[in-house]
Structure formats: structure tokens, C-alpha cells
T-cell receptor, first 117, second 112 residues
Framework: GAVVSQHPSRVICKSGTSVKIECRSL??????MFWYRQFPKKSLMLMAT?????????EQGVEKDKFLINHASLTLSTLTVTSAHPEDSSFYIC?????????????FGDGTRLSIL | QKEVEQNSGPLSVPEGAIASLNCTYS??????FFWYRQYSGKSPELIMS????GDKEDGRFTAQLNKASQYVSLLIRDSQPSDSATYLC????????????FGAGTILRVKS
């Protein structure tokens, strides 16, 4: 089945550090990938839609300059949290579905738990 | 923006019972619906997908879709303590990049 790999699984770093999270589709190509954030005991919140070869589409209220998304290939999207602060501490999850398979479900990576000290 | 609504629960059922989870959606455009299970601290995992009216069964799970009434449900038969998790209902938004619109999730607790 479709597998999405996300790395790293956990990051602990100091305030002001920039953190890059990778999301890879291992056995399929994904023109579109999605980035979510989830706070404890809250639902998933879509941050942005990552589009291969073009700019990401950000949801309302998500700072583009804070959360940089790059989707340079059909199997890799990256999310960079720039100058992270404690309020950015959260669980970040990516997902993807195979290109052209409009009815296929999204498959999620295992998530990245980000803790900013 | 499409909306998906779920009762947040918690829904408590005894072990061996049938757990019934419900979801309604606000727009007729969505054609694809999904149920995900999320354990605490983990990412969502796909349980069922359903695209046509009626029932779809997979093991102990049955998804039901009624497009006229705009609701989707998930039945879990012979509930086990390991089924205790948050269940997320999602509808694909065909008009906005095929992104999924998630409900807030229903917490299910299966008591042994």
C-alpha cells in the first residue's frame, strides 16, 4: 500500500532555531502533499497544500514566511519552521495521495513532534 | 469551505458491543469519504473509505453513506479495548485542491 515517510519523528531545539521536516512518498508519486498541525487533544488543522513545482497554498491565518514549504520533486515535500518559538511546539503531520488518483485516500506520515525550549 | 461535523464524545461502549460513530457534512459536492483512527500521540491511520451510497464492510468495520441525508457512519462490531481511540471523519473537497476536510473527531472508549 501507499506509504508516506516523515522525518524526523521528534525534534527538541532552542528558541530561534529553524527546523526542517521532510515528507516522502515511498512507493508513489504525489503532485500534492498536505501539511497539518495538531495541538494536544485538538483536531488536525490543515496548514498548507504543497504543490510540486509551484507555490504552496496556505490556509487562512498560517504565516507563509514562518512555515516555508518546498515541493521540489514528485516524492518529497519539506516544511521549514523558521525561527521557531515555544508557541510553535506542536505535532506536525504530512499526508499525500497518488497523483491522478482523485478518489484515493490520503496517507499520513508518522508525524513530527516539535518541542521548542 | 465544506464542513464536517462529529459528536466529540466520549462514546463509551462495553467490550463486545457495537460502537456507532456518526458524521454529517454540509455540502453535496464531496464525493469521497474516509474514516481515520488516531491513537493518542500518533498520526491518523485509514480505517475505511466509501464513495457510494449504502454499506461497505471490512472485517469488524462497516461504513455507511447516505448522500441524500448527507451523513456517513462507522459501525465497529465486537468492540475491543484496542479500538479505543479518536475516530476522524473526513470528506474530500473537490473544489479546493482535493484537500480533506476533517471533523473534530469522536473519542471512543471501549471498556473491558
Amino acid at each position: 500500500g501507499a506509504v508516506v515517510s516523515q522525518h524526523p519523528s521528534r525534534v527538541i531545539c532552542k528558541s530561534g532555531t529553524s527546523v526542517k521536516i521532510e515528507c516522502r512518498s515511498l512507493d508513489f508519486q504525489a503532485t500534492t502533499m498536505f501539511w497539518y498541525r495538531q495541538f494536544p487533544k485538538k483536531s488536525l488543522m490543515l496548514m498548507a497544500t504543497s504543490n510540486e513545482g509551484s507555490k504552496a497554498t496556505y490556509e487562512q491565518g498560517v504565516e507563509k514566511d514562518k512555515f516555508l514549504i518546498n515541493h521540489a520533486s514528485l516524492t518529497l515535500s519539506t516544511l521549514t519552521v523558521t525561527s521557531a518559538h515555544p508557541e510553535d511546539s506542536s505535532f506536525y503531520i504530512c499526508s499525500a495521495f497518488p497523483t491522478g488518483a482523485l478518489n484515493q485516500p490520503q496517507h499520513f506520515g508518522d508525524g513530527t513532534r516539535l518541542s521548542i525550549l | 469551505q465544506k464542513e464536517v461535523e462529529q459528536n466529540s464524545g466520549p462514546l463509551s461502549v462495553p467490550e463486545g458491543a457495537i460502537a456507532s460513530l456518526n458524521c454529517t457534512y454540509s455540502d453535496r459536492v464531496s464525493q469521497s469519504f474516509f474514516w481515520y483512527r488516531q491513537y493518542s500521540g500518533k498520526s491518523p491511520e485509514l480505517i475505511m473509505s466509501i464513495y457510494s451510497n449504502g454499506d461497505k464492510e471490512d472485517g469488524r468495520f462497516t461504513a455507511q453513506l447516505n448522500k441524500a441525508s448527507q451523513y456517513v457512519s462507522l459501525l465497529i462490531r465486537d468492540s475491543q479495548p484496542s479500538d479505543s481511540a479518536t475516530y476522524l471523519c473526513a470528506a474530500r473537497d473537490m473544489e479546493y485542491g482535493n484537500k480533506l476536510v476533517f471533523g473534530a473527531g469522536t473519542i471512543l472508549r471501549v471498556k473491558s
